[in-house]
Structure formats: C-alpha cells, structure tokens
C-alpha cells in the first residue's frame, strides 16, 4: 500500500513540475515565435487620423497605417488582426504587457519610447509644426516668440506631443493632457483657448480645418519644429520580430508600393524612404 501510495505521490511532483515547466516555456516564448506558429500579427492601435480612421458607426478601420499593415500581412503571409484600441500615450505598456505583438498605430521616436521597446524602420516621415488658433495673430510675427513664459503648450503625457515642447521650447509653460488622450482633445484644448499652441502634424490641421472651417493655422513663416519618422514598435527584445517588419518594410519601398501609398495620402505630404537602387 505504501508503495502505490509512493508512486502516486511521484507521478503527480512530475506530472506538477512537467506542467510547470510547460507554464514557464510559454511564458518564454517570443512574441516572434507566437506570431509564427498563429499567422497572426495581433495589433494595437490607437485613432489619430489620417493615420488610422475608426468609423463610428461601422467600427471599421481605415487609413495611411491601416493600408501599410495590410500590405505587411500580405507580404509576410500573415493575417492582421486588430486587436485593441489604446492611445498614444499608453502604445508602449500595451506592448510589454503582452496585449498585442505589434503598436501598429506608427509612433514618433523619443527617449521613452527608445528606451522601452523596438522601434521599426519608418514607414514614411512627416513634418511637425506649431499650430494656433486662426484668429489669434499673435505669432504671425516672429517677434512673438513661442519659447515664452505668456505661451501655453498642450501636450499629451507619455507621447512626443509633450515631450518635444518641453525640449524645444523649456521656457513655455506646458498643459499635461491625460494619456488617454487622442488628437481631437489636443486640438480642442487649443480651440478652447486652455492653450495658445499644439505641436502637430500637417495632416491632422488639414483634415481638421476641412471638416470644421479653418479653426486652424501653422504659425506663420516658421518651419517644421521637427521631421519625424513614422515607426512601429514592438516589445524589448523582440530583434526577430522587429527584424521581420524592417524586411517587408523594406520591400514595399523597393517595389514602390510604400510611394503609391504616399502618393494615395499626396494631400499630407508624407515623405518614403529612397530605394536603394533605381
């Protein structure tokens, strides 16, 4: 009896450990090799338009990040699967909590970002301004300088939006919007003059000023504040993962599909990476 009793005891401490063990190589395995064996890219996204578009009624996605990520799928046999809604300020942490592979919303580099996750080869660059309200005249002079006490910048905590202001310009004060914050609630903090100016992209003022009026303007004869490249990321440590999207990415500028993408959005004036030959 002892004996039985025994070797139960000994099947169940393997049984335990093998589970274990099983538990532990899950937990181990890469987001590369998940993505892999599922033929799913899980995706994070967040609503910045013209980059991704939700359609309120259908929920249906479209948009510039939208189009390159199925282009991606097809290039890499892999299905796209949309996975969860975020925003900008929280596209990271999504990452490093496994609650999707890839923030496929593109994201301007900082050093955060760089710091914690992988960022790809850009998709395509784009070029951010000072923008103000249209009838504020103030800064259609440079002798009104931005970099000013009197001056309130809106940002959005966790994402390029505050922290490039706080850099360029460390003598304006900086209203924090919360992180779950998307472009919208930026621009309306300066349509509702909680803050003299925002720091954005061309594309967003346009489709903004198309749909209502021309609330909007760049601060007059002042050139972009930055050029940024518009990148994936993915979780730290993923270097096969990131190294895959680099590839595909690689291969739409080398078959021109990334410039036919480009010239799609022509009204945004988005900028693709060279070819390497012609």
Not at 160 to 168: A, L
């Amino acid at each position: 009896m002892f004996k039985v009793y025994l070797a139960v005891i000994t099947l169940i401490m393997t049984f335990g450990v093998s589970m274990n063990a099983h538990s532990e190589d899950q937990r181990q395995k890469s987001v590369y090799k998940k993505v892999i064996e599922s033929g799913v890219i899980r995706c994070g996204y967040f609503s910045w338009p013209p980059y991704i578009v939700k359609d309120p009624n259908s929920g249906k996605l479209s948009g510039i990040n939208y189009d390159y990520m199925e282009e991606i799928g097809n290039i890499l046999d892999l299905k796209i699967e949309w996975a969860e809604e975020v925003s900008a300020g929280t596209a990271i942490e999504g990452l490093n909590t496994n609650r999707y592979d890839v923030m496929c919303a593109t994201l301007w580099p900082d050093a955060a970002r760089l710091k914690n996750s992988l960022m790809s080869d850009p998709e395509f660059y784009s070029s951010v301004y000072v923008v103000v309200r249209a009838d504020d005249n103030r800064f259609d002079s440079l002798s009104k300088e931005i970099n000013d006490p009197t001056v309130t910048i809106a940002g959005i905590e966790g994402d390029v939006t505050y922290s490039v202001p706080s850099q360029k310009f460390p003598k304006a004060k900086l209203l924090a919007l919360p992180q779950f914050s998307d472009s919208g609630v930026l621009i309306q903090s300066l349509i509702s003059r909680k803050a003299d100016a925002i720091l954005i992209d061309l594309g967003t003022v346009n489709d903004f000023n198309k749909a209502n009026g021309g609330l909007l303007k760049l601060a007059v004869n002042r050139p972009p504040v930055e050029f940024f490249s518009e990148s994936l990321a993915v979780k730290s440590g993923e270097q096969e993962l990131i190294l895959l999207l680099n590839q595909a990415l690689r291969i739409m500028v080398e078959k021109g599909v990334s410039k036919d993408l480009a010239n799609k959005y022509r009204n945004y004036k988005y900028f693709v990476p060279e070819k390497r030959f012609v």
